[in-house]
């Protein structure tokens, strides 16, 4: 653990500001009274977990290499003297799942999902021209500047479980880390039926399938599939159709089918995160 | 928008409202209707023989699946809005009826606890390894139904997985439910020859073999019987169809394995 006033390279740690399972986030400033920033730590009890290690570094690699008005900014990286890698990223406190939440589980006017959505197609999009699959795209990975749906600038975070396919793959994976065939990686609620099935295979529409149920969320004001058992929510994603009229009238007949075509169970079906981009653009 | 809600606002004012997304007039309905749902549920469990089942559950689980699926109802009239709750009460009560009848058959292997074949039972509590082999067959299995094609994925989810009445399946996949045992009986002989052989069979995979039509026309009756809940024996079932008994004792073994793994608790 790093007490406040620690130094990391040209931080200086002002408090630990969550614990996660994995790492913890300190808020930091890159000089007394200079900018905030989020200094990411992989715990110390992870470090002889050569995947953990591998996932963190090659996310690492990932950020270093993008640069995008939605995806979060990685400032510095390396490893602390006693070992542990860290990662310095902008400072953006809030996240989607905070500001739906703090809406006492509302949902989101149409525009303000909308304007989200569209960001995060933005991100994804361009994550899939460079071959990048996100594979985790939630609540909790959407992080935004202010509280406030309407105006806030949203960035992508939390890459480790992120994929690299085609020639760029040895480029930017620092080191390989199995994806282990039909270990299911990702988050229950917002994978698709193929991440489901064998995640090695899920391609960029698993990323569509995640932005729709994400997108269905902010418009309903809960989740499209509601189980608390794994096989339940299997059985949901794989073979139920998603409850539609819970998106409500004011949602745009547009978005809904753009949703509904988003939420496809196979992924030929579902449209390219370009489509989405356009589709969206087109909302009223 | 909400409105405030009176006690003079008739059952069809409440049903415009909540239609236009007023979730006060929306609760209002429920409540309004709660003690006939409560009445309906009693008079049908009457019917049955005594169980452990309670009017106050299937009163509950109909209430509770008329709310989700209240997008569903078409009606404008009081009358309109009692019947489509006496459907979905009796779906709920046939389901249920099924529900115990198989937890009633699995009960037959039970013993005494305080008998001498007490002890050799095996405790109930899996081991991981066990738990972890149930997981990646349950996996395997929805994973296989996922490949099928798609209306016989939709009929074998519907009809045998969400377990709903086959009536109700046809009028949601707009088909005549000779045409839903059509799809089910395709798809579980194709769901066996991927299980069983590891075949990718395909909608024309000639290897996927032949549907006879006597096999079809009893799954049906199959369905039917089970849909009226009633507690149907597969082994008495399949003696009454000896033109197709072979297919037919086949596709009742994939569904009693593929209602092994049905899911149990959701919101859908």
Redesign the interface.
């Known amino acids: 653990m790093l007490l406040p006033g620690s130094r990391v390279g040209e931080y200086e740690v002002a408090r630990l500001a969550a614990a996660g399972a994995m790492c913890d986030v300190y808020e930091a400033r890159q000089a007394p009274g200079g900018r905030r920033v989020a200094l990411k730590v992989l715990n110390e009890s992870w470090c002889l977990q050569g995947d953990v290690v591998g996932r963190f570094l090659n996310e690492a690699r990932l950020l270093q290499g993008i640069r995008h008005p939605h995806v979060v900014a990685l400032l510095a990286c390396g490893s602390l003297p006693n070992g542990p890698p860290y990662m310095v990223l902008e400072w953006l406190p809030i996240s989607l799942a905070d500001a739906l939440s703090g809406a006492a589980g509302r949902a989101a006017t149409p525009a303000e999902a909308v304007r989200v959505a569209l960001q995060m197609a933005d991100a994804l999009g361009a994550l899939h021209e460079r071959g990048i699959i996100h594979r985790d795209l939630k609540p909790e990975n959407v992080l935004l500047d202010v509280n406030d749906l309407a105006v806030a600038h949203s960035r992508l975070a939390d890459f480790g479980l992120a994929k690299v396919r085609g020639a760029q793959a040895t480029d930017i994976a620092a080191v390989h880390v199995s994806t282990g065939g039909?270990v299911a990686l990702g988050t229950w609620d917002y994978m698709a039926?193929e991440q489901?099935?064998?995640s090695k295979d899920a391609g960029p529409k698993a990323d569509v399938y995640a932005l729709g149920v994400l997108l269905f969320q902010m418009l309903a004001g809960r989740l499209p599939?509601?189980?608390?058992?794994p096989?339940?929510?299997?059985?949901?994603h794989?073979?139920?159709d998603p409850?539609l009229?819970?998106l409500?009238?004011?949602t745009p007949a547009v978005v809904r089918d753009l949703v509904a075509r988003m939420l496809s169970?196979t992924a030929p079906a579902r449209p390219s995160m370009q489509e989405v981009l356009a589709g969206l653009s087109e909302a009223p | 928008m909400n409105q405030r809600v009176r006690l003079g606002d008739s059952v069809e004012e409440l049903i415009e409202r909540a239609r236009?997304?007023d979730s006060e007039a929306m609760e209002a309905l429920f409540r309004r209707c709660r003690p006939r749902i409560d009445e309906l549920a009693a008079r049908r469990l009457a019917r049955r023989p005594p169980s452990s089942m309670r009017p106050s559950d299937i009163a509950q689980e109909t209430a509770l699946r008329a709310f989700?699926r209240f997008?569903?109802f078409k009606g404008t009239t009081e009358a309109e809005w009692l019947s489509w709750l006496m459907s979905i009460l009796e779906t709920t009560a046939a389901l249920s009826f099924r529900h115990a009848g198989r937890q009633k058959r699995d009960d037959r292997g039970a013993v005494p606890v305080d008998g001498p074949e007490a002890a050799k039972v095996p405790a109930s509590e899996r081991s991981p390894s066990q738990a972890a082999a149930l997981?990646e067959a349950?996996?395997s299995a929805?994973?296989h139904?996922?490949q099928l094609p798609d209306e016989q994925?939709?009929a074998i989810?519907l009809c045998h997985?969400?377990e709903l009445r086959v009536a109700e399946v046809a009028e949601r996949m707009g088909k005549t439910e000779a045409a839903i045992a059509g799809l089910v009986q395709r798809g579980l002989k194709a769901l066996r020859l991927r299980m069983t052989d590891g075949a990718v069979a395909e909608p024309s995979d000639a290897r996927v073999p032949a549907a006879s039509e006597d096999a079809a026309l009893a799954l049906l009756t199959y369905l039917r019987r089970r849909d009226a809940g009633g507690d149907v024996d597969p082994a008495a079932f399949v003696a009454e169809h000896p033109a197709c008994a072979d297919e037919l004792r086949d596709m009742l073994d994939w569904i009693t394995r593929i209602q092994a793994?049905?899911?149990?608790?959701?919101?859908?």
């Open positions: 039909s039926p489901w099935i064998k599939f509601r189980a608390e058992q096989k339940d929510l299997m059985c949901l794989l073979f139920e409850p009229h819970l409500g009238e004011r169970k | 236009s997304g989700n997008s569903t997981e349950w996996q929805f994973a139904i996922f994925r939709q989810w997985l969400r793994i049905r899911p149990t608790r959701f919101e859908a």
